[in-house]
């Protein structure tokens, strides 16, 4: 590609690709499969958001929920409040679950009873 081409196609990239690129370069450089997934972070955080992104957890190793498992500890959290905040009998509370047939009720009943091991020490008060 002669210069004037590369200068041209350069200059039209956006904010977002260049971000992009910076983390595809990064994770070529760094040779670690652990980077491979970087660069579309750029798509996702706005150019500050990435920033402090970077910033924030820079160095950092994490493992991203998925949209299920938050979805887990939400249906946990509705069955606590029935229970714990409303007192309402537990039998009655998974019934009033959106998803009481839900095949992975299991998983949302064993997530509540972690979660009263966790919330016992806190109070929650209405206003």
Not at 69 to 88: D, P, Q, S, T
């Amino acid at each position: 590609m002669p210069k004037s081409n590369i200068v041209k196609a350069l200059d039209e990239l956006e904010k977002t690709d260049i971000y992009s690129m910076m983390l595809f370069a990064l994770y070529k450089l760094k040779d670690n499969e652990e980077y491979s997934t970087l660069s579309e972070l750029s798509y996702v955080l706005n150019g500050e958001n990435l920033i402090n992104f970077l910033t924030y957890y820079g160095g950092s190793t994490i493992k991203i929920p998925t949209i299920a498992e938050l979805k887990r500890v939400i249906e946990a959290l509705i069955l606590y409040n029935y229970v714990n905040i409303e007192e309402i009998e537990f039998a009655q509370a998974l019934k009033m679950l959106d998803n009481k047939d839900d095949p992975k009720l299991k998983e949302i009943k064993e997530t509540y009873f972690k979660l009263v091991e966790i919330l016992k020490d806190y109070s929650f008060k209405r206003s």
